[in-house]
């Protein structure tokens, strides 16, 4: 093969790479902010029972509940979460047997994974950064 249409195919791919890791850090961004969406509105609708329903209200998981809730306020005991979502012991418990999303650290408080904080973190920085994909970087 040509050494030129090598050297255009490699940066193509490169580029779609990149943008593969973009595509899933905003997924996971509009999950999370589909998740607040629903909670919020959740919330409102229980003090304002004349509230018209929201047809795209995404149920809120339980599991949802505790990743929000640990991105809000960090690693916890299970104790403390019980007491400031009202989750009850075992769903947590239940919940936080998910190895890919929750991990308990070395002084007995529950986390998010090194890999689920990453994620969210690459959403972050996509979601706040308005040029992160341009024009410029779709090659057609």
Do not use: C
């Amino acid at each position: 093969m040509d050494p030129t249409f090598e050297s255009v195919i490699k940066q193509i791919d490169d580029k779609l790479q990149s943008m593969e890791i973009q595509m899933n850090a905003l997924r996971a961004k509009m999950t999370a902010l589909k998740t607040t969406r629903a909670t919020l509105l959740e919330e409102f609708s229980e003090g304002h029972p004349d509230t018209p329903s929201d047809d795209r209200t995404e149920k809120v998981t339980r599991k949802n509940e505790l990743i929000n809730f640990l991105v809000q306020f960090g690693p916890a005991h299970r104790r403390k979460i019980v007491e400031m979502t009202g989750i009850p012991e075992g769903t947590i418990a239940y919940e936080m047997r998910d190895r890919n999303t929750f991990m308990m650290l070395s002084d007995g408080r529950w986390d998010l994974t090194f890999d689920l904080k990453r994620l969210l973190s690459s959403a972050k920085n996509v979601v706040e950064d308005d040029d992160a994909i341009t024009d410029d970087d779709v090659p057609f």
